[in-house]
């Protein structure tokens, strides 16, 4: 909910935020992933669905964060001297 309203902010520091937010929720995916997925005591659970829609989830989140449709406005500088 967090990541969907910071893309929707027109400003470059929710866009940062974003794009850090994501990446530590990536991190976390793929830590959950190789927790539910690997074998433990001679026992191998089945990666269903879900898992795979989690990562999938995550790269689509972070891939949207790395390219924000932002509109910067061009400044002119003054030459004061």
């Given at each position: 909910?967090?990541?969907?309203?910071?893309?929707?902010?027109?400003?470059?520091?929710?866009?940062?935020?974003?794009?850090?937010?994501?990446?530590?929720?990536?991190?976390?995916?793929?830590?959950?992933f190789?927790?539910?997925?690997?074998?433990?005591?001679?026992?191998?659970?089945?990666?269903?669905?879900?898992?795979?829609?989690?990562?999938?989830?995550?790269?689509?989140?972070?891939?949207?964060?790395?390219?924000?449709?932002?509109?910067?406005?061009?400044?002119?500088?003054?030459?004061?001297g």
């Amino acid at each position: 909910m967090l990541v969907f309203i910071l893309m929707l902010l027109p400003k470059v520091w929710a866009k940062r935020t974003n794009l850090f937010i994501c990446a530590f929720t990536i991190a976390y995916a793929i830590k959950t992933f190789t927790l539910f997925s690997s074998c433990y005591n001679n026992y191998c659970p089945q990666k269903l669905f879900g898992l795979y829609l989690m990562l999938g989830c995550t790269v689509v989140m972070l891939t949207a964060s790395v390219f924000p449709n932002v509109k910067l406005s061009d400044k002119k500088t003054v030459n004061r001297g």
